[in-house]
Nanobody
Framework: VQLVESGGGLVQAGGSLRLSCTASGIILSSNNMAWYRQAPGKQRELVAT???RTALASSGRFTMSRDNTKNTLYLQMNSLQPEDTAVYYC????????WGQGTQVTVSS
């Protein structure tokens, strides 16, 4: 199983980003999936989850979705704040595979 995250970058506070997670070796629509993040010096934390039978889930400023035709997850992040700065990862929710390299999100004030 390989999970590859992309779409991160540098954005000003209040801006938006959409992250992508492309999977190989698994069918994302058959698994509960999640986005996580890890800020410098902090533990990895859960950001958003999406059940296998769910196409879209919103939690405050973050919306997680999936494109089954591309076997890809997305995380739309709006109204970003400096405290959202972290490396973002996708992985299972409840069961896990090897972690990818993640994608860096940096929010400037």
């Amino acid at each position: 199983v390989q999970l590859v995250e992309s779409g991160g970058g540098l954005v000003q506070a209040g801006g938006s980003l959409r992250l992508s997670c492309t999977a190989s070796g698994i069918i994302l629509s058959s698994n509960n999936m999640a986005w996580y993040r890890q800020a410098p010096g902090k533990q990895r934390e859960l950001v958003a989850t999406l059940g296998a039978r769910t196409a879209l889930a919103s939690s405050g400023r973050f919306t997680m979705s999936r494109d089954n035709t591309k076997n890809t997850l997305y995380l739309q992040m709006n109204s970003l704040q400096p405290e959202d700065t972290a490396v973002y990862y996708c992985n299972g929710w409840g069961s896990y595979w090897s972690w990818g390299q993640g994608t860096q999100v940096t929010v400037s004030s």
